[in-house]
């Protein structure tokens, strides 16, 4: 490592580290890594002599070789190793420093951390990175939060490094404490849901005969319109790809268990907490939970019968209206995540601006889409809706595509194909426009059984029955 100041060190690593310090140094900052001596990647040492990245074992090093304030980013994995490294560095550390965690931490791990470290005169900044190996290399999204003293001390390198969408960095300061890991959550949450989705437009598509090659025509088509989309437009690439071996479409070859890391589980498990409904969310976490349950599934489809017959229209008969409800279930699943972030702003005084997350959302991220300049649109003329599906332009949207929703999630009931996420997102819409719902009945329910009270239309108060059932 050269005896030089270097600008910031990379803490970790892995690929996303790995890229991310090659992104900054191509932006000419000078950048110090470091990795532990067992963990070193293999190969990294050449490259980065080649691109000017200076590497070390050792963190007393690596803070001596940084410019005052020091500015370091972790990329290690979330939970306890971030805590290590952080007990590591600490008796090199300045006040003034900067500390920027970039994995996927909880976001109540980043509020206890920013709150240790400024005991210390430490600046604390937990920022969500998003957009994948590729996007960490050539430009994320990045998600801010935390210390706004730190934010104006790394935003030159961030703003640098983030991808651009008309001209502007997907890179901001969204609110103190937890506020950047909170909103990358939500970010993981909405994407678990597009991601369904689209699966379940593909398989509502396959099994009613159509192949892979024309649903690939389809989305592609589909991605000229209103569901124009990063994950629109790499699903019709993958159902063109084909396996080499067998001369198949990739996709049929591959195992049919989703894994996941867990973020759109905590967007679920915040959600319940905060009392939230954000089932299309939800339902996309359990999904990928029931996928997994592979051997379990083959032995019920040899028991549980399905309905028998596969009624209904020719497949191409069904594009139109899959279309609508596709568009329709993406809109509700992103008026539940920013619900979401509604709550936790008004629960942690974060003052978020959900018109100016969603413009951080236009480059480099997994949910990038021309859908995201609408979301802008909405809250800029409305800063203050409660529900996405209340903006005029989305109300309209969703009238509109409101038959051909019913139409597809109903033939998918008949046909015995899971569309949880569809589902699930009409639901709600029909439970959110619903004046009326059934929970009179269950309120007393609980007052007839537990003495739990209710209230009355008509007048003010709790009261109890004395059911004696």
């Known amino acids: 490592m050269e005896t030089k100041a270097y600008d910031i060190a990379m803490v970790g690593l892995g690929v996303m580290g790995q890229n991310l310090a090659r992104n900054m140094a191509r932006q000419g900052w000078h950048v110090a890594a470091y990795n532990r001596k067992e963990d070193m990647p293999a190969g990294f040492a050449a490259v980065a ?64 951390r920013e709150q240790a470290l400024d005991r210390r005169g430490v600046a604390f900044l937990g920022v969500g990175v998003s957009g994948g190996e590729e996007g960490a290399l050539w430009g994320p999204s990045l998600m801010a939060g935390g210390s706004r003293e730190g934010w104006e001390s790394a935003a030159p390198i961030l703003r640098s490094i983030a991808a651009r969408a ?24 909405i994407e678990y849901g597009d991601m369904q989705l689209i699966c379940e437009a593909y398989w509502v ?40 071996e067998t001369g198949l479409p990739l996709v049929r070859v591959i195992l049919d268990t989703a894994e996941q890391k867990g973020t759109g589980m905590w967007t679920s498990r915040e959600a319940l907490q905060m009392g939230v409904p954000a089932p299309t969310v939800a339902e996309a976490v359990f999904a990928r939970c029931l996928s997994a349950m592979k051997a379990e599934r083959q032995a019920a489809s040899r028991t549980l019968a399905g309905p028998g017959w596969k009624s209904g229209p020719d497949p191409m008969e069904r594009v139109e209206a899959l279309r609508q409800a596709l568009y329709a279930s993406k809109i509700c699943a992103y008026a539940q995540g920013f619900a979401l972030l509604r709550e936790a702003s008004h629960q942690y005084g974060w003052k978020l601006r959900p018109g100016e997350i969603a413009m951080l959302w236009r480059g480099g991220c997994i949910i990038r889409a021309r859908f995201l300049r609408e979301i802008k649109a909405a809250y800029d003329e409305n800063p203050d809706l409660e529900n996405l599906m209340l903006a005029p332009a989305f109300a309209q949207a969703l009238e509109q595509a409101q038959e051909g929703w019913r139409q597809s999630v109903a033939q998918g009931i008949l046909d015995g194909v899971p569309m949880p996420c569809m589902a699930s997102a009409l639901a709600y819409y029909d439970g959110y426009r619903s004046e009326t719902l059934p929970a009179h009945l269950l309120q007393a329910q609980r007052d007839c059984f537990g003495a739990h009270t209710y209230r009355r239309v008509d007048r003010e108060g709790s009261f109890h029955t004395a059911w004696g059932l």
């Open 49 to 112: 002599e080649a691109e000017g990245i200076g590497v070390t074992e050792d963190l007393a090093v690596l803070a001596a070789s940084l410019r005052r304030p020091r500015r370091l980013m972790l990329m290690v994995r979330a939970g306890g190793p971030v805590d290590a490294v952080l007990e590591g560095l600490l008796p090199y550390l300045e006040p003034g420093d900067v500390v920027i965690d970039g994995g996927n931490s909880f976001y109540q791990d980043t509020i206890r």
């Open 166 to 189: 008309e001209g502007e960095p997907c890179c901001g300061w969204v609110g103190p404490g937890g506020a950047g890991h909170f909103v990358k959550a939500v970010h993981n949450g």
């Open 205 to 244: 598509l396959r099994q009613a005969g159509m192949e892979e090659d024309a649903i690939a025509r389809v989305m592609e088509e589909w991605n000229w319109g209103a569901l124009d989309s990063y994950l629109m437009e790499i699903t019709a690439a993958i159902l063109r790809r084909k396996d080499p």
